[in-house]
């Protein structure tokens, strides 16, 4: 026999003793601090050889399969 379940009361003296939510702002080595949105990091892509076969130029992350056609590339 199960007892029902009563929820748990208790008063916190400070808020963040209960989970404290560090202040982290992230930080890219060799791109600038400004705040103008999105950037853009290079990665290293190959062609999908099965793609480039077919005329179609398909970049994929080594290692990864190929999204348009689902050959491994490495």
């Known amino acids: 026999m199960s007892r029902p379940s009563t929820p ?3 008063i916190a003296r400070n808020p963040s003793d209960i989970m404290p939510m560090p202040v ?3 930080q890219y ?3 600038p601090s400004s ?3 999105v950037r853009m990091l ?3 892509g190959v062609r999908c050889p099965t793609c480039a076969a077919n005329g179609q130029e398909v970049w994929v992350i080594p ?3 190929c999204g348009n056609c689902g050959t ?3």
């Open 8 to 10: 748990l009361h208790f």
């Open 24 to 26: 982290i702002s992230p």
């Open 29 to 31: 080595p060799g791109l």
């Open 35 to 37: 705040d103008e949105g």
């Open 42 to 44: 290079p990665l290293p």
């Open 63 to 65: 290692g990864r399969a």
């Open 72 to 74: 491994p590339c490495c």
